[in-house]
């Protein structure tokens, strides 16, 4: 029996129409769907399926996100009984794992990063927050840079390791803006300012995590399946692990690649669940290990087919 790992994408993922397919071909993701738009007052169809502009509003982004996981991971699982060796995610896509690990509820998934998405909102409102994508740059550099960067009043910090030569800064929107070229003159290929108005993964998030903690006492359970955490790239299995973790998640950055080299060994292959390929792309780039996904019913179909092999 192959070990696997399943693995959740977070922001950035999104696109109108995602989840259509399992909308139209399972009665679970109708179902699930029905039942999010019910809990939250959120008409989930319109918001998956017709153009809109809260798609792209993290408070709405997250859940919408976190609901396409879940289906296709729910569909998967009711067709084929593998169990993880782990599950993991990046950045929002850890809320998803929980759910896949038996965490938490789905409904209460999302209203939880629904608030989570509200409290980051608020925790950025008014102080013109940003984030950076940089290409072709190492780590230590984009640190130490960072570092002498905050000790000069600026306020920058690495948010998303994604894989080698590829990082996400996060700060002050006009800081970011006036250290592109401090950046290309340390070598990066490209720096990049991102259309975004909240800074995930840095100290600027601090108040939110007070808000988000009587959420996480509330909904989560005691004891679930091996989560890979963001922050530490380990293993944990309970909920006091979990508030501690993800309390810290909103204000460290994602060590995506290390958590990915940390944990390869360990299993055969990655399933990625949710739309799009973001995570298998990094992978690609990570580890030799495969990364099957599930984004529709042709993929579903595509990875069961392969693990029957």
Same mark, same amino acid.
């Given at each position: 029996m192959k070990k696997i790992a399943f693995i959740f994408p977070g922001q950035g993922s999104q696109t109108i #129409?995602? /989840?259509?397919?399992?909308?139209?071909?399972? $009665?679970? &993701?109708?179902?699930?769907i029905s039942k999010a738009s019910a809990r939250l007052g959120i008409d989930?169809?319109?918001?998956?399926?017709?153009?809109?502009?809260?798609?792209g509003k993290t408070e709405f982004t997250q859940p919408a996100i976190l609901l396409v996981s879940s289906i296709a991971n729910a569909i998967f699982k009711e067709k084929c009984n593998i169990a993880p060796s782990f599950v993991l995610g990046h950045s929002l896509g850890e809320f998803s794992a929980l759910v896949s690990a038996g965490a938490i509820?789905?409904?209460?998934?999302?209203?939880?990063?629904?608030?989570?998405?509200?409290?980051?909102?608020?925790a950025c409102s008014?102080? #013109?927050? /940003?984030?950076?994508?940089?290409?072709?740059? $190492?780590? &230590?550099?984009?640190?130490?840079?960072?570092?002498?960067?905050?000790e000069l009043g600026k306020q920058v910090w690495p948010a998303n390791y994604n894989m080698d030569g590829q990082l996400v800064l996060a700060g002050i929107k006009a800081d970011l803006e006036s250290l592109v070229d401090v950046f290309k003159e340390a070598g990066a290929k490209r720096a990049i300012v991102l259309d975004m108005s909240v800074a995930s993964h840095c100290e600027l998030?601090?108040?939110?995590?007070e808000n988000l903690y009587p959420y996480l006492e509330r909904f989560l359970k005691d004891e679930f399946l091996p989560v890979i955490s963001n922050v530490t790239t380990l293993a944990?299995?309970?909920?006091?692990?979990?508030?501690?973790?993800?309390?810290?998640?909103?204000?460290?950055?994602?060590?995506?690649?290390?958590?990915?080299?940390a944990c390869e060994d360990k299993v055969d292959?990655?399933?990625?669940?949710?739309?799009?390929?973001?995570?298998?792309?990094?992978?690609?780039k990570i580890t030799a290990k495969p990364t099957l996904n599930v984004s529709d019913m042709k993929t579903l179909e595509m990875v069961i087919g392969e693990l029957n092999d």
């Open positions: #129409g995602m /989840g259509k397919d399992f909308f139209e071909n399972s $009665d679970i &993701a109708k179902d699930m989930f169809e319109k918001l998956l399926f017709e153009e809109n502009e809260n798609i509820d789905y409904l209460d998934a999302i209203e939880l990063v629904h608030k989570r998405g509200l409290f980051m909102t608020d008014g102080g #013109g927050a /940003g984030m950076m994508a940089l290409v072709g740059i $190492d780590d &230590a550099t984009v640190e130490k840079v960072c570092l002498e960067q905050r998030l601090k108040s939110a995590v944990y299995s309970t909920k006091d692990e979990a508030i501690k973790l993800l309390s810290a998640q909103l204000t460290s950055p994602v060590k995506y690649k290390q958590s990915i080299k292959l990655f399933i990625e669940f949710g739309n799009g390929i973001v995570l298998k792309s990094l992978n690609k």
